[in-house]
């Protein structure tokens, strides 16, 4: 990891890109930069003085906040409120872009004991199925936004399957993944439900039904994952260090002193990471879990 505290960057989040988690750093004029995140290998950085607002993403760049707002430390989004609104005033999520010209999926995602119905650009691939943690999905159809967005509502008002699930539910199914198989069994038995609904648009082209497992790619053990503690809020100087053992959706899972650690990277962002000194003990703050219960961080994403 570079020096990024001496040198203007500052960390913006963990994405995922042909499919493996990087870091990304915005720098100044809005350069951005990524570094790579391999499972097994040693993590350690010091926080720099501030936590300071990320800006926005806009036309294949990130613009920075034109105040350079102070973010909280325990906050897990690093953008102001004036660059929050301006995210949403044109985001597919929030339907504020619906004149997008893309063909756009609609998937099926496995969450444990939920699966979940959703849309994303047909350009991105596997890359919101990894940003949300998926454990496994399969793709239902391609077509245009509006009736990819129609068809998520019918199969959600139809068959009740959720359109978003929390980060609790979520990291509670990665203690307890089960086997690729049985998430399989569970996708396309879902899939075929959605298969006998009436009013399913005509402008979405239903694919044949395979599925996707994304457990190699997260290095989620078989076993599932059971931290000890989770990192609770950054502070200037604070060191996070240990050795990474699964990356999955915007959470990194790292073997440290204490045992195994949640570190939520959405309390990454914003701030100035430099390379901490070879064998520093981590020193941010932490909070317990109980490896056997549900984590409690409810964030939906």
Not at 85 to 93: E, G, K, P, V
Not at 167 to 178: I, L, Q, T, V
Not at 251 to 256: E, H, I, R, S, V
Not at 257 to 278: E, K, S, V
Request: glycine share 10%; with cysteine.
């Amino acid at each position: 990891m570079s020096d990024a505290s001496l040198s203007g960057w500052r960390a913006t989040g963990l994405i995922w890109s042909a499919r493996h988690p990087v870091l990304e750093w915005s720098g100044p004029g809005g350069a951005t930069r990524t570094s790579p995140l391999p499972a097994g290998a040693d993590l350690a950085f010091a926080c720099g003085p501030n936590r300071l607002c990320i800006g926005v993403w806009r036309s294949g760049a990130r613009r920075a906040c034109p105040i350079a707002e102070r973010i909280a430390a325990g906050a897990r989004s690093a953008q102001c409120p004036a660059c929050q609104a301006l995210d949403r005033s044109s985001s597919i999520a929030t339907d504020t872009r619906l004149t997008d010209p893309r063909p756009f999926c609609v998937y099926l995602a496995h969450h444990g004991s939920t699966i979940k119905v959703g849309i994303t650009a047909a350009e991105r691939g596997d890359a919101r199925l990894l940003e949300q943690g998926a454990l496994a999905s399969t793709i239902l159809s391609t077509g245009t936004l509006l009736s990819g967005r129609r068809t998520e509502i019918l199969i959600t008002t139809a068959l009740g399957l959720p359109d978003r699930v929390s980060s609790s539910r979520k990291r509670d199914a990665r203690a307890r993944p089960g086997s690729a198989g049985e998430r399989a069994a569970e996708l396309l038995a879902a899939a075929a439900r959605t298969r006998q609904l009436a009013g399913w648009p005509a402008e979405q082209r239903q694919h044949p039904l395979q599925v996707s497992d994304h457990t190699e790619a997260y290095h989620l053990p078989p076993g599932g994952l059971h931290p000890v503690a989770a990192l609770a809020a950054l502070e200037p100087a604070a060191v996070v260090s240990g050795r990474t053992v699964c990356r999955i959706g915007t959470d990194l899972y790292l073997d440290a002193a204490p045992g195994l650690l949640l570190i939520d990277t959405r309390l990454l962002a914003g701030w100035a990471l430099g390379r901490a000194a070879p064998g520093a003990a981590f020193t941010a703050a932490l909070h317990p879990l109980d490896p056997r219960q549900a984590h409690d961080q409810d964030a939906l994403f």
